[in-house]
T-cell receptor
């Protein structure tokens, strides 16, 4: 079945540092890829998405490129802020227009803490 | 803009009781998904409905059932509750599979079983 693997362990950075959170996936079809962010006690918010190979999703300074050859969708940000502290989930959707209806498979989540 | 509405926000139940969680999707969205997120865990897919018919089923226990009604709202019914059912339950809705148009998540229902 489909699966998503994120880099293990929490990430702790100083403000203005560069962020990379690795995400790789396994899927039988051609999934769409997503990054979601979850702040403490809140729901999941879409951060960015990409629907086909070589697409780049971007939002609020975050970027991720859909790399089919390496089955990856790494999240990057050039300069993090304290307000970016949250849990980040990589996810894929298995929608295939008739046989599967787009359930999301999530990675384990990465806790990001940014210190002033 | 309208969002996905879940109710209640918090629910405390005793073991072996039943619980009903409700989800009101965004108008015109035709697909509803339910997810369970245990403490410190990633969300796990439970079940989905497309145009009021069950479209996919994940790791949903037999003690749980769900349905989507004519007004497109959905309910997750949970019986014989166990301590391990304590989790955050999310509902999400989308239009036609979500891949191109995205998914919108509700704020979740936090269920505590004591």
């Amino acid at each position: 079945g489909d699966s998503v693997t994120q880099m293990e362990g929490p990430v702790t950075l100083s403000e203005e540092a560069f962020l990379t959170i690795n995400c790789t996936y396994t899927a039988t079809g051609y999934p769409s890829l997503f990054w979601y962010v979850q702040y403490p006690g809140e729901g999941l918010q879409l951060l960015l998405k990409a629907t086909k190979a070589d697409d780049k999703g971007s939002n609020k300074g975050f970027e991720a490129t859909y790399r089919k050859e390496t089955t990856s969708f790494h999240l990057e940000k050039g300069s993090v802020q304290v307000s970016d502290s949250a849990v980040y989930f990589c996810a894929l959707s298995d929608f295939s227009g008739g046989t599967s209806y787009g359930k999301l498979t999530f990675g384990q989540g990465t806790i990001l803490t940014v210190h002033p | 803009a309208a969002g996905v509405i879940q109710s209640p926000r918090h629910l405390i139940k005793e073991k072996r009781e039943t619980a009903t969680l409700k989800c009101y999707p965004i108008p015109r969205h035709d697909t509803v998904y339910w997810y369970q997120q245990g403490p410190g865990q990633d969300p796990q897919f439970l079940i989905s409905f497309y145009e009021k018919m069950q479209s996919d089923k994940g790791s949903i226990p037999d003690r749980f059932s769900a349905q989507q009604f004519s007004d497109y709202h959905s309910e997750l019914n949970m019986s014989s509750l166990e301590l391990g059912d304590s989790a955050l339950y999310f509902c999400a809705s989308s239009f036609y599979g979500g891949s191109n148009y995205g998914y919108t998540f509700g704020s979740g229902t936090r269920l505590t079983v004591v």
